[in-house]
């Protein structure tokens, strides 16, 4: 599956973006599906993952209450919300696939970043 994320851009602390990754083929509902972020001079990390038919979501415990993620298997879409963005959440951000339930860090799939930043 190739998978293309958007919806980064420039925002001010306190608000919002919604990212989107759109991905190809038609397996799409066979993979659990997440968001990762790098940050500069950090390591990648996950952020928030949803399950094959979005049964289940989980997250790192830094954006819980403030991010979502959703997914439209009808239109092969994963979306993140992010909600009450503070400076910290300033990354490069990734979607990708796995064929694992409730994966964090081990994905078979990754599409390319989109840049977040969040001004103070």
């Known amino acids: 599956v190739q998978l293309q994320a958007f919806g980064g851009g420039l925002v001010q602390a306190g608000g919002s973006l919604r990212l989107s990754c759109v991905a190809s083929?038609?397996?799409?509902?066979?993979?659990?599906l997440g968001w990762l972020r790098q940050a500069p001079g950090k390591e990648r990390e996950f952020v928030a993952g949803?399950?094959?038919?979005?049964?289940?979501?989980y997250y790192r415990d830094s954006v819980k209450g403030r991010f979502t993620i959703s997914r439209d298997n009808t239109k092969n879409i994963v979306y993140l919300q992010m909600n009450n963005l503070k400076p910290e959440d300033t990354a490069v951000y990734y979607c990708?696939?796995?064929?694992?339930?409730?994966?964090?860090?081990?994905?078979?799939?990754w599409g390319q970043g989109t840049q977040v930043t969040v001004s103070s």
């Open positions: 990708a696939a796995s064929d694992n339930d409730y994966a964090r860090m081990n994905w078979n799939f």
């Open positions: 949803i399950g094959r038919i979005g049964e289940h979501t």
């Open positions: 083929g038609r397996t799409f509902s066979r993979y659990t």
